[in-house]
């Protein structure tokens, strides 16, 4: 039922896409019940108070949108879940699908016998004869509105006069009851912070977090049933990094219930207003308030390293878009640059309007939105007003203008090895021009008498974009001793790229394993990697880097950040002659990890995973999946199990057997998943075959099972057996994006492209798809950015 109001005798449309359409009355008056138009059911001869009563069936999915149905393989239960972001609502119930309406939603939900079902509205009593009916919620938009339903495994508590409760599939049910205590602390200590923080206490009664299966984000953030993907339920050893993403996550999510769900943005095109700001105050309020202290320096070496990644592709947008017509444009927009650009900028934002006045604006804007939407000028004008400054400037080179700067130290010296001249020297990309106002720290760091070390001096700058060529001088240097390492923006206050001084950057080596300060070191490891990805530095120079400082770093994350960043670059980068040599480098770089880590720690499990995916050493690999050899301390359990079937089975080492012999030990929703992983990595032309079909043509098995099919199939093992698929994937993908629409399709056009192919003619396949005039605007992204990297990997082995 749906009650709106509208012009006397006009007419309008709501959204509904019905398997079966049984009936539909207006006002009480039977409605012809065609098939709706397309997407639309239009109604006429409207009154100034609507009632719309609709009856029909509607169709589950295994897409992860609309309402997902997923059969549990270890114990066949059923279990459901709702999705409606970002324009699924339409697939379960009629409704006006538009951020900018928002209304209260009541829930009524007949389930069977030993079901538990949960949703936005606290429960309005007890459920009878399987009948469950919730209180009506706060105004909502329609992405929001969202329910579980199945034999979920429930842990409940409170805090603060707010009930708790964690759900997940009784599969997982002894898993989550080993980690609820550690989610509940997290969740209470972040709820804590916010109320700190912001003026309005949490708004939307009960506050409930659902693990779910099959899910296309890494979470949802539905008022009062935030909605997470239950591998943040962890069934095998995790390392703390993986622990304090889950916790970055759970407070991501809770900075929506404000900067999304009681205000909301009015149309796509303010997408950064969720995003960028749940980004920011996610990393924030986990290193406030929980036990993960060091999120800035994970925020440095990942995320905001995503971003820069997304804003150099040929698809760069700005942060605050203004040409977002529809929600195909919208969902193209869930990126590096919404979430973590966005967050980078916001940082900078708070280092110069401060942090008082930021949190005032933040209020104010609350306090004049809440449970109704709001605009990028809505938020300027509040913190403005805190603030006394005019942000209209600031808005208009980091919100409206894509692309980053480049920031560069020109250093002099004289034969007493004093600097003469420091200055810092600003670029832009030629197509984007904009030279920005950054705040940044430039950091002196030198070897001390016991080898440790140490910053002597930490200088904060104001980059003025109108110096002259671009050049801010440090006269604060002058007649100083130069530092061995001159580290431009200390502290990662801005949102640039970064590149050394020459003498800092041959300095690298010797300075970075010495470095105390986790961020510091990120910085380091960033610009490095940046500069390889971006042709100026050989790849074997980033290896030999890895072989010689990743076996004494301490900080876990950035362990498992080097080794994906750097494996990702050896599988593209060197001619294919030379990557053995460099694969084995990294090898071994994970071996001295291995050696040198605690046993039974994080650094110990990142180790392995690295030295296993990197290793050629099939007997060392065999051995270890049979239990022998394993380094004291290793847990060879489920997960680490199908990591080393999964690069056996690339090397040619296991074959299909094994992996059937596998899953038939794990027959669980993951072990499904990895052994379609495996399958489609065997070096066999009738797998692969089977695999593609799946990847293509297959609209019966869940998003998940055809996202590891594609992450499986190209190898750079497999080159000549897969070459011919390079072709079919630039003739066959429109195809599949047919079948699989919106995030799911997207996923796996992302995952199947050819990225390891690199060479001229697979650009030239990308160019002739681009050309074509009725490309859909999901597949024209996809490819120009597949493209971007591998023009990018051509460069760097010229």
Not at 491 to 499: F, Q, T, V
Not at 507 to 532: E, Y
Not at 651 to 677: F, K, N, V, Y
Request: with cysteine; net charge negative; hydrophobic share 45%.
């Amino acid at each position: 039922m749906l009650r709106f109001a509208a012009e006397p005798g006009g007419s309008a449309f709501v959204e509904f896409e019905p398997a079966e359409l049984v009936s539909v009355t207006l006002n009480g008056k039977p409605v012809d019940p065609a098939e709706p138009v397309g997407e639309r059911l239009a109604l006429t001869g409207l009154a100034e108070r609507n009632e719309l009563v609709v009856e029909a069936l509607m169709t589950y999915s295994n897409t992860g949108e609309g309402l997902h149905r997923f059969t549990d393989p270890a114990d066949g239960c059923v279990y459901l879940y709702a999705h409606m972001f970002l324009d699924g609502a339409r697939r379960i119930f009629p409704c006006f699908d538009q951020p900018d309406l928002k209304a209260p939603f009541t829930l009524a939900v007949t389930a069977p016998d030993g079901w538990l079902v949960a949703a936005n509205g606290e429960p309005a009593g007890a459920a009878d004869g399987g009948r469950f009916t919730f209180a009506p919620t706060k105004p909502l938009a329609t992405y929001f509105v969202s329910l579980i339903a199945g034999p979920y495994h429930a842990r409940t508590d409170s805090h603060d006069g707010i009930p708790l409760a964690l759900y997940c599939r009784r599969a997982l049910a002894e898993h989550l009851d080993e980690q609820a205590a550690e989610i509940f602390t997290v969740t209470k200590q972040c709820l804590d912070r916010y109320h700190e923080l912001f003026a309005v206490r949490y708004p939307f009664g009960h506050y409930q977090q659902a693990f779910v299966p099959e899910f296309n984000f890494g979470a949802m953030e539905n008022p009062g049933l935030v909605v997470f993907r239950d591998e943040f339920i962890h069934r095998s050893a995790v390392t703390d990094a993986e622990r304090e993403q889950r916790a970055m996550v759970i407070a991501h999510e809770m900075a929506h219930q404000w900067f999304g769900d009681l205000v909301t943005m009015a149309w796509w095109d303010d997408l950064w207003l969720n995003e960028s700001f749940a980004e920011y105050l996610g990393t924030r309020i986990t290193a406030e308030a929980t036990a993960f202290t060091e999120t800035w320096t994970t925020f440095a070496m990942q995320r905001k390293a995503w971003g820069m990644r997304a804003d150099q592709r040929p698809s760069t947008h700005p942060v605050a878009p203004t040409d977002v017509d529809d929600t195909a444009l919208a969902l193209l927009n869930f990126d590096g640059i919404s979430y973590a650009k966005g967050a980078a900028v916001l940082r900078q934002l708070v280092a110069w309007v401060g942090d008082e006045a930021f949190l005032a604006g933040l209020n104010e804007h609350f306090a004049a939105h809440a449970y109704g939407n709001a605009t990028l000028a809505d938020l300027l004008a509040a913190v403005s007003k805190a603030s006394g400054r005019d942000l209209t400037g600031w808005a208009d080179v980091w919100l409206r203008r894509a692309q980053l700067n480049t920031l560069r130290a020109e250093v002099e010296r004289d034969e007493q090895g004093r600097y003469t001249a420091v200055g810092l020297v600003q670029t832009a990309p030629e197509d984007y021009p904009t030279l920005r106002p950054h705040r940044i720290g430039v950091g002196l760091y030198d070897r001390g008498p016991d080898g440790a070390v140490v910053r002597r001096r930490l200088l904060e700058v104001d980059i003025d974009p109108a110096a002259d060529g671009g050049r801010t001088p440090l006269p604060e240097l002058t007649g100083e001793p130069a530092a061995e390492l001159l580290l431009v923006n200390d502290g990662d206050l801005a949102y640039a790229k970064i590149r050394l001084d020459a003498a800092s950057a041959d300095a690298v080596p010797q300075m970075l394993p010495l470095l105390d300060d986790s961020l510091a070191r990120a910085l380091v490891w960033g610009a490095t990697i940046d500069a390889v990805a971006d042709g100026e530095r050989p790849v074997a120079e980033l290896v030999t880097l890895v072989l010689a400082a990743l076996p004494v770093e301490r900080e876990v994350a950035l362990v498992e950040d080097v080794l994906r960043m750097t494996r990702s670059l050896v599988d593209r980068y060197p001619a294919p002659e030379s990557r053995p040599a460099a694969l084995d480098m990294l090898a071994r770089a994970a071996d001295r990890l291995l050696s040198a880590a605690e046993p039974g720690g994080s650094r110990q499990l990142a180790a392995v995973r690295g030295l296993i995916s990197a290793s050629t050493d099939e007997p060392r690999l065999r051995g270890w999946l049979a239990g022998e050899g394993v380094p004291r301390g290793v847990t060879v359990d489920e997960d680490l199990r199908w990591l080393i079937l999964y690069r056996l089975v690339v090397l040619g080492a296991a074959g299909p057997e094994e992996i059937e012999a596998m899953l038939a030990a794990d027959l669980s929703a993951t072990g499904e998943q990895r052994a379609a992983l495996c399958r489609a990595a065997l070096p066999d032309a009738g797998a692969k075959a089977r695999a593609w079909e799946l990847i293509i043509n297959d609209t019966t098995a869940s998003n998940r099972i055809l996202e590891a099919t594609a992450h499986g199939f190209w190898q750079p093992e497999q080159l000549e057996l897969t070459d011919g698929y390079v072709a079919r994937y630039f003739s066959d993908m429109p195809g599949m994006l047919g079948r699989r629409t919106g995030m799911s399709g997207e996923r796996v056009a992302v995952a199947a492209y050819p990225s390891v192919v690199v060479s001229p003619r697979t650009r030239e396949l990308a160019a002739g798809l681009l050309a074509a005039p009725d490309l859909s605007s999901i597949l024209r992204r996809v490819v120009m950015d597949g493209d971007d990297d591998v023009r990018r990997a051509l460069l760097a082995r010229g």
